[in-house]
Each structure stands twice: as C-alpha cells, then as structure tokens.
C-alpha cells in the first residue's frame, strides 16, 4: 500500500476512534473512567473545537518540520494556560467567538498556502489555544475526576492534531497539496457557519 | 515435551499459583515496604512530577543524570527528615506540580545546557517526594518500614523512567521518537498546570482528586 493511502488509512482509523467514546456517555459518574471518557470527548464532540484542532495539525503538516512538530508541542501548553485562567474565573472575552475564529484564521492560512516564520505561527496558534483552553477549563471543576478529565482532553486534543498531520502528509505531492489547501477552505467556511450560528 | 511448552506450563503453573503465594507477606513486615515502594505513583501531583522528572533526565540521558539522581535521592531523604519533624507538609501536593510543570516544559522545549536546572528540579521534587511520604501515625519501625519503601520506590521510578527514555531516544533515532517524547511532555506540562489551578482554588480538592 503507498504511504499516502496507509497514512489516510491511519487517520480515518484514529478519526473513527476518535469518535467511539461517544458511545459510553451516559457514564460521567464519579469514575476515574468517567472522568477520562468525560474529559476526552469534549474536544471531539464540539464540532468548532474539532476543526480548530485538526487545522492546526494540517497547517502543521503543510509548513513541514519542525513546525508540524512545533505547533502540537505549542498548543498544550497553551491551552493548559488558558484552561488556568478559566478554572480560577478569569475571564476571556468572546471565547467562543474566539474558537471560531480559529477555525476561520486556521483554514484561511491553510487555504491561501501561508508560510510565516514560525515563532509567528506558533503566535497565532498559541493565541486561539487560550480560547479553547478556556472553554475546557471553566467546566473542568464540575467534573467528578477532575485528573482524569484532564488527562482525556489534553489527549483527545492532541490526537486530533495528529488527525490533522495525517491528513495534511500528502501535501508533498501535487494533488495533496490541493486537496490540503481545499480543506482549508471548507474548514474556514465551517468556521464562518459557526461564528454566524448557521453549524 | 520441547523445552518452549515446558517453559509455558511452568509459566502457567506458577500464573495459576500465584495468588495463594500472594496470600502471605514472603517476611513480616513487608507489606507496609511494598505499599511505600507504590506510594510515589499512587497521587497525580506525585505521579506527574516523576513523569516530568523522568522525561526531562531521560531526553539528555546520560548527561546531568549522574548529579540530578544524587541530588534526588539525597533531598528525598532530607524530605523525609523534614516531614517526619512536620515540616513542608501540607506543601506537598503544590511543590510537585509547580516543579512538575517546570519539568515537562523544560522537557517539552528540550533547552541544551541545562544541568543546574535538572539538578534543582530533581532535587525539588526529590524533596517534596520525601515530605509526601510520611505515612500516618503509628509505631515506629512499621513507619520505617513504609519509608524506606517508599525512598526505594521514589528513585527505582525516577531511574528506571530517565533510563527508559534514554534507551529508546539511543535505540530507536528516528526524528519523530524525541519530538513524540516532547509533545508527552507538553501534555505532562498541560495536565499538572490544571491540577495545580484547580489545587489553588480549592485546596481542599486533592487537585481534583477527591484526596
């Protein structure tokens, strides 16, 4: 099997499993299980917050190393910060705006094959990090096994980044590279669905 | 019978008799010694701060390993120490993951040139390991027993973590081994950073535990 099909392989398979947890939602109880499955769900089943991640893999992925290593490690780290700001009630305005925007920002970079140095990448990307950090952060609390919950949505975050690696590897050749900057496009006009409340 | 069944059956034989072993402590006294061996991993602020410990010493394996594990060890000791006097406590659970963030992002960011660093690190959490240690009143040789436990189970888990990390940046050289053991480190650096914020505004909370 060429590599391009068995990296897309991968990924619809990681995608597909991605989803599954959804299946065992009516368990959010006081279980460290509970709180995983709690906590790893809740970046994959808000659709904004899914672009968002997968977008900053395939940029990633289309500005090549070190970036498409760069930004996953960025990203976490920033997000943890902004998930701070919103467990101690700091508040981060427009955050959902914000999370759409990241969508739209993300997918407009990608659309229009953008390639800025990457401290400014890793900016932008740490910027809207805080936004989606925030939004975890301020139901973080609630949960019964907040380490658990941790734990499962800073994983689940970064599997959708490596979502978006896969997906966005094939840019190497002539047709990925469309096809990435095509997806660019729709994840950018998904990102505007959001921000006008039309998705 | 082939050598290889007779390995199985014997593996299954000793599989199937393993409980009724397990029944009974091999030397009295020694099952408070396992229990502090397991101690170190049974908190998140104390499995993370080893986690980041480990990685940071294991992606500049061997370099500074051979002062931060002395480092370690000795503050562990002296944390005991302090601990058993009541001093630090209560600290614990803050220390280890405000070093543990330090840690992983000192990992994650994999600056060169950073022995003091490791070894300040190292010996914090070696520190606040000791201190979170200390068991609940009782006589004193099975409190012994406990913390020599866990003194042995707090540097097995940081030796053998940095030395699994240096075995398989050595072993395996590809580009994607270290940046996967970074990104690790990143979520390390994310998890303890919630724990810690969630710790400081209800301290009561265990770090969202329910400790």
Redesign the interface.
Known sequence: MPDFFRVLFASLLLAGAALLPSLALAHTGTSVAGGFLSGFSHPILGWDHVLAMVAVGLWGAFLG?PAM?LL???F??V???G??LG???VPVPAVETGIAASAIVLGLLIAFAARPPLWIAAIIVGAFAIFHGHAH?TE??D?????A???GF??AT?LLHLVGIGFGLPVKKPAGRIAVRAAGGIISMVGFGFLLGLA | MTTGRGIALAFLFLVASADEAAAHSPIPGMQGFYLGMLHPLST?PQLLSLLAAGLLLGLRWPGPFRYCWPAFAVSCLAGIALGQWGWLRGLEDTALLAGGIAAA?LA??LTPKLTAPCVAISAWTGLFLGVASIPDEGPAWPVIVTLAGSFVGANLALVYLAFAVGSLRARFTA??VG?GL??AA??I???A??????L???PT?G????M
């Open positions: 190393a290593w996953p490690v960025v976490p780290l997000m943890a910060f998930a701070v467990i101690v009630g952060g973080l609390p949960a019964a096994n907040s380490f919950y941790a734990v800073v994983i970064g | 998140p992002i994650a960011l580009q994607w940046i970074r990104i990143a979520w650096a994310a998890v950073a919630l724990m810690l914020a969630l400081l505004v209800d909370s770090g969202g535990t329910g």
